[in-house]
């Protein structure tokens, strides 16, 4: 039983295409986050949604839109994909947002060609 | 503002050793402490946690870490190393009770030979 899923594993795109990225936590947390991490495995949070609402938004390109339909799911936008959004996309979880654990997600590789 | 470093992107020890994987903070708030592994093409599995309970914190698989205020360390510990332990760890801070963001280390990739 996953406990944070994401859709798809992989995703290969060419440059100027839009897609979008999902994830699903049957946790019950209230808190999901969005990391990138480049090829040199270094981590970064993009955003993060607290019951639905937008409370971390990092310095991220308009062009990525995060959307919350409810609080076990956050998904991912990407317009118009650039070489560099190439990365690995994690999704993840946590109970709150005072400092509990993070659970992640198995993570989306995309590839921008 | 928060950071992490960690010291070594890359260790080796051979199987039955002791592992010593470097992480140092900086916060201007009492901070909240992390370790994570993450396995090959896997996503990231918290190994333990420091929130301003015990210094020394156990976590799974047998790794531990001490919190030392006067160091601003965190360093992660394992007495023997098994082969299953080569993975990508991550050091991670937050301040305590705010809604700031998980700040991760580098990294440092944990090699275990024969």
């Known amino acids: 039983d996953t406990a944070v899923s994401q859709t798809p594993k992989y995703l290969v795109t060419q440059m100027g295409n839009d897609k979008s990225i999902k994830c699903e936590q049957n946790l019950g947390h209230d808190t999901m986050y969005w990391y990138k991490q480049d090829s040199k495995k270094f981590l970064k949070i993009m955003f993060s949604y607290n019951n639905k609402e937008l409370i971390i938004n990092e310095t991220v390109p308009n062009r990525f839109s995060p959307k919350s339909p409810d609080k076990a799911h956050l998904n991912l936008h990407i317009n118009s994909l650039e070489l560099g959004d190439s990365a690995v996309y994690f999704c993840a979880s946590s109970k709150g947002w005072l400092g509990d654990e993070q659970y992640f997600g198995p993570g989306t590789r995309l590839t921008v060609t | 503002a928060q950071s992490v470093t960690q010291l070594g992107s890359h260790v080796s020890v051979s199987e039955g050793a002791l592992v010593l994987l470097r992480c140092n903070y900086s916060?201007?708030?009492?901070?909240?402490l992390f370790w994570y592994v993450q396995y090959p093409n896997q996503g990231l599995q918290l190994l333990l946690k420091?929130?301003?309970?015990?210094?020394l914190v156990k976590g799974i698989n047998g790794f531990e870490a001490e919190f030392k205020k006067s160091e601003t360390s965190f360093h992660l510990t394992k007495p023997s190393a098994h082969m299953s332990d080569a993975a990508e760890y991550f050091c991670a801070v937050r301040p305590a009770g705010t809604a700031s963001k998980l700040t991760f280390g580098t990294g440092t990739r944990l090699q275990v030979t024969l």
């Open positions: 420091y929130t301003s309970a015990a210094t």
């Open positions: 916060s201007s708030v009492p901070p909240y």
